[in-house]
Each structure stands twice: as C-alpha cells, then as structure tokens.
C-alpha cells in the first residue's frame, strides 16, 4: 500500500519534544511526597481500591499484619472457581464459552433451554452488515488488527438504529451483537492485512451460527475452514480463561471509566479494546513469543538448566532480547505461587505439544519458568522472590500450535474478554452513580503571559 500521509515537519516536532523533555522529568519522591497512588498502586503493591463489582474475583495472596502471604491463585466468575467450570465442560465434553458468556451477563448458569436460546441468538447475531467488511475493513486495512477491530467497533454505531440508549437492555442487545460480532471482524481484518501488506491470497469465508465461538474462529482463518474438535475445545478453554478477570485489570477499567461518562457502548469497548492492545497488556503474549524465539536462537541445548539460566541473567541484565530488562509470561501484579489461567491452560496444552512435536518448546518454557525465580532474586540482589508463570507464559505456544499466527494473539484475548467487558460496562452504568475523575497534582508554577513580540 502507498502511504497516504504526509510527514510532517520534523524539526517542529523536534523543537517540541525538547521543550517538553525537561517539563516530563519528574523524581520518583515527588510521587511519594504527595501520596500520589502511580498507577492506582498503594506503596505494598496492592490496588487502590475504587469500585465493587459482582463479576469475578482474582484471589493471589493474604495480607498478614500488613505482609503479603502467597497463596496458590484462585479466579472466579460469579462465586464459581475457573477450575470448576472447566472441569464440568471437559468431563460432559462440550464447549463452555457461551455458558460462561451467560454466567457473567446474567449473574446465573442457564439451564439447557436458556443456554441453547442464548446461543442460537449469538450465531444469529454473528453475520457483519451488508458491505461492512468491504467498506470498513478492505478499504482501510490496517497492519494491526486490534487498530482495525477498535475502528470496526466504533464504525458499528452507525448500524445500530438505537446507539445512544443506556438502558440494561440495551446495552446487552448490543453486547451480544458484539460478542458474536468480534470473531468474524479480526478473521477478515487479518484476512485483509495477509492481503494489502504482505502479498497473499484472502480467504473470506462466512461464519457459521450452529458452531460454537471457537469453532468459528478457526473455521474463519483456516484457508480449507476446517478443524478437529480436539482443536477447537482447547481454543475454547483459552476463551473461558480470558473472558474476565476483575474490575482492576486494565481494560476493565477502561471500560468503566468511559462508561461512567454516560457515553455509548460501542465507545466503551474501542476503548477497552485500546487499553488491551498495549505490550504490557494483553499485548504481552505477542511478547512472549518473541522473548522465546530469542532465546531458541542464542542457546544451544535448550534443556541445559546453566545456559538457559545464565541467558536469563543476560535478559534481566538488558543485554539481549528488547533489552527491556524484562522476562516476559513471568509474574503477576495480584497472583503470587500460581496464576490459576497459566495451570489450566499448561495442563491442556501438554497433550497437544507431545501429539503436535511441540514438546521439546513445551520443555524450555516449563524450564523458564523453573528458573526465573532464582535468576530474579540474583539478577536485582533481593531475596527469593515469588513468582509464578501467568497466563500469557503458555497461551502463545497452545496459539502456536492452532496453527494461529501471531497477529491473531492479542485479537483472540479480545475476543474474549468482550464478555467481562460488557459486563462491568453494565455494572457500572446501573450503580456506579458518578463518573469516575481521580484528582493529580499539579506541579506548574504560575507565571506571567509574555506577549509574542517578547519571546526569543
């Protein structure tokens, strides 16, 4: 594609940047002097605590006379833990998406009945508006598919008869268009992306209603549109896991701040959709697979536990990788000695990596995960440290192994949490009450207005 936009004046934006530099230097005891909460973080780490919510509970440590004590995680939707949800699904051998989409809009399990009318209006509900991919995805494709899937969401408010109506019901008739919505917008971004910047061949295919969530995914960025119920329920159990996880998490809270403002749901969630995009995000898997291609290249027996610990010194060090200083897929600002989405999703996934020939990367990040504890507690010379893999440790191999490329990480966890997202969109708009404004301290002095004529 030829790029359309003009640079604009470089030494400009230079002569700004550096008039701005000086003003963006700020000491960290200046935060500290004024209690200022970065990041919404109390001084132990823990969250500042600005809102209550029904939906789901993320449970990592106990604070004992003021200390954190680790404890093995725990994540639950409405009350019910994860880990039982995904048992029941696995042992009556069915898809458990759409179930837990309904368990967290509605704050109850369905019945059989509820369920199959639930999912009925999701397939409905699934096919785009007429002309929407050709006009609102092929003519603007975009390199990143979160960019196009924010754009696409906005773009649906004008097909909506009813945008700006903030009723309950409302809201979830659109919610569940967008829930259905989602697969299909990031398949024919990414088919168009394949297309207009790297050359190959489209394969649009159209989505299916009878099949679930994760079927539909695969059965729409596969060129032949098919795959194995195997594959299509460990996708399904990536879904389950990511579809909520608090109202503290980034994006949730995205959601709630620009719902608090009494703006539209298609609003929200570009927002929402915004706030995930970001690398320390849900960004965070594509950096996961990357951090591992790196280290597949540089170390030569990756079952070696000297070598692969002494690269991760180096990682920690900053001398290799994104020279970041980061060991990305490790630790977790809530979780302590296990995140319950890393266990359930590296328990699915040994199965398919010894069928697949994945077992021996399988290994290495089973390996990194072993070790980087005790290669932290040297690297920054404090003691052992606890900390656990997270979810994003493991969900780039099971993607890896779907045959998914990696543009399609992050759209995928998106897709995902639309379900929670929506959900606290319509808690906070029911009893919230006000709209969500933090104060910050300002720091600039007063000082006279020079008239142009008098500046240097």
């Known amino acids: 594609m030829v790029n359309q936009m003009k640079d604009m004046d470089p030494e400009m934006i230079h002569t700004i940047c550096e008039q701005l530099r000086p003003l963006h230097q700020i000491k960290k005891e200046t935060f500290s002097k004024y209690n200022v909460k970065r990041g919404l973080r109390n001084a132990d780490g823990t969250g500042v605590l600005a809102g209550i919510t029904r939906l789901g509970n993320v449970h990592g440590y106990l604070l004992n006379e003021g200390e954190r004590e680790p404890i093995e995680g725990k994540l639950t939707y409405r009350g019910i833990d994860i880990y039982d949800l995904l048992h029941a699904f696995e042992s009556e051998d069915r898809f458990g998406f759409g179930e ?143 579809a909520e996880h608090g109202g503290g998490n980034n994006s949730a809270f995205a959601t709630r701040v620009v719902s608090s403002s009494g703006t539209d749901t298609y609003s929200a969630i570009a927002a929402a959709v915004g706030s995930l995009k970001g690398p320390r995000h849900g960004g965070a898997n594509l950096k996961v697979v990357q951090m591992f291609e790196d280290i597949k290249a540089n170390v030569s027996d990756w079952t070696d536990q000297e070598e692969v610990y002494q690269y991760l010194l180096r990682i920690l060090a900053g001398e290799v990788g994104d020279h970041s200083g980061l060991i990305y897929g490790m630790g977790h600002a809530i979780y302590t000695l296990s995140d319950p989405r890393a266990v359930a999703l590296k328990s699915a996934a040994r199965p398919l990596a010894e069928k697949k020939g994945y077992l021996d990367e399988f290994n290495l990040i089973e390996l990194v995960e072993k070790l980087t504890p005790g290669a932290f507690a040297e690297a920054r010379g404090a003691d052992t440290k606890v900390m656990c893999a997270n979810v994003d440790m493991y969900s780039g191999l099971v993607y890896k192994m779907l045959g998914i490329p990696q543009e399609m990480f992050t759209p995928l966890f998106a897709t995902a949490r639309i379900v929670g997202w929506i959900a606290h969109r319509m808690e906070e708009v029911a009893f919230g009450g006000r709209i969500i404004r933090p104060a910050f301290k300002p720091l600039s002095k007063n000082v006279p207005y020079v008239p142009i004529s008098k500046r240097g």
Do not use: W
């Open 100 to 242: 837990v989409g309904y368990l967290l809009l509605s704050g109850q399990l369905p019945t059989s009945a509820q369920l199959s009318r639930f999912t009925d209006m999701i397939g409905e509900a699934r096919a785009l508006p007429d002309n929407f991919t050709e006009d609102m995805i092929m003519r603007a494709p975009s390199p990143d598919i979160m960019n196009k899937l924010a754009g696409a969401t906005l773009a649906l408010y004008s097909y909506d008869p009813n945008p700006d109506d903030i009723s309950p019901e409302n809201i979830l008739r659109q919610g569940i268009s967008l829930m259905a919505k989602f697969p299909v917008i990031i398949s024919h971004a990414y088919q168009a992306r394949r297309r207009y910047f790297e050359g190959q061949s489209m394969y649009l295919h159209v989505p299916d209603p009878k099949l679930s969530t994760a079927e539909n995914i695969l059965h729409l960025i596969r060129p032949d549109g098919t795959c194995t119920d195997e594959e299509a329920k460990l996708l399904d159990r990536c879904l389950i896991i990511h």
